[in-house]
C-alpha cells in the first residue's frame, strides 16, 4: 500500500511531501512477518528516508538524510536542539507507545550553530579575536561552517560522543552528556583560535549545571600559561620593532 501527501506535519516535523510504502502483517504458510513502512520525506530540497518495523521491543526506525535543516529532525526525535544547521546524517530510533526510548544518530552539519553557548566571548578573553566575538556578542550561540557529531540517547540522558567544529574565528573539540530528566549538562571542551600563530593552543572548558544557561570553568594550567605569556610577549616585541 502506497499514500502520497503534500504539505503535513509529522510529530511537528514539516513536510513538503512524503511517500509511505506500508506493509501489514502477512501471515502465510504458517510464517507471521510484522508490519513494515519505508517513508521518504522532502523538506526544502532536503530528504528524511525512514524505514519502520513494528517489533516486540516497540517500532524500530532506521534513519537517513540528506540537507535537511536540524533542528527539526531533534523536535521530532524528542531531543533538546543543541545543534543547528544543515546536516547530512544516519542513524536510528526506537519509539515505544508514542515515547523515544533510545537510538543515535552520526551527523555532518554545514551552516552549524551550538544553541545557548557564546564560547567565542569566552575564548576572546584569552585570544585576539575581539572582533569575531564583537560580532555575535548579542547571540546566545556560537556560529561554525562545519561540524561533525556522534549522539546517543535513552529515556534519561543524551551523550554527546564526539563534538568537532570548524568556524571563521574558533574550532572545537569535545564530549560530553545531557540529562533528558532536569536539562543539567556536563561537557568537556576543547577551544582553539582560528588564528595564524595560536591554532595550537588549545583551552580546555568544563561546561555544567542548566543548558540554557551553563557555568564554565577554564583549565589553564601551568603549561599553557607559560605558552600564552610568552606568545603575549612575542606579539608586543613585534609590534614595538
Known amino acids: 500500500m502506497a499514500n502520497v501527501l503534500q504539505q503535513g506535519l509529522l510529530n511537528q516535523l514539516p513536510l513538503e511531501s512524503a511517500v509511505l510504502h506500508y506493509t501489514p502483517n502477512n501471515i502465510a504458510d504458517n510464517h507471521e512477518s510484522k508490519p513494515h513502512f519505508a517513508l521518504q520525506l522532502q523538506q526544502n ?51 515505544n507507545d508514542g515515547v523515544l526510548t533510545n537510538g543515535d544518530l552520526t551527523l555532518n552539519i554545514s551552516q552549524a550553530e551550538l544553541n545557548g553557548l557564546n564560547l567565542l566571548d569566552l575564548i576572546s578573553q ?24 556522534a549522539l546517543s540517547w535513552n529515556q534519561e540522558v543524551l551523550n554527546l560522543n564526539k563534538l568537532s567544529a570548524q568556524g571563521k574565528d574558533l574550532n572545537l573539540s569535545g564530549s560530553g552528556e545531557m540529562s533528558l530528566t532536569d536539562f543539567n549538562c556536563r561537557f568537556e571542551l576543547r577551544l582553539s583560535p582560528n588564528i595564524v600563530g595560536y591554532s595550537q593552543y588549545q583551552l580546555p572548558v568544563r561546561l555544567f549545571g542548566p543548558c540554557r544557561s551553563p557555568q564554565y570553568q577554564v583549565s589553564v594550567d601551568k603549561r599553557l600559561e607559560n605558552q600564552l605569556k610568552n606568545l603575549l610577549r612575542e606579539k608586543l616585541r613585534e609590534r614595538s620593532e
Open 45 to 95: 530540497g532536503g530528504v528524511l528516508a525512514i524505514n519502520g518495523q513494528q517489533q516486540a521491543q516497540g517500532n524500530f526506525l532506521a534513519l537517513r538524510g540528506k540537507q535537511l535543516s536540524l533542528s527539526p529532525l531533534l523536535e521530532f526525535l524528542q531531543l533538546p536542539v543543541l545543534l543547528s544547521g544543515v546536516s547530512d546524517f544516519s542513524g536510528s530510533a526506537r519509539f
Open 126 to 149: 584569552y585570544f585576539p579575536i575581539r572582533q569575531g566575538a564583537k560580532k555575535y556578542a548579542d547571540r546566545v550561540a556560537t556560529p561554525f561552517e562545519q561540524a561533525s557529531a
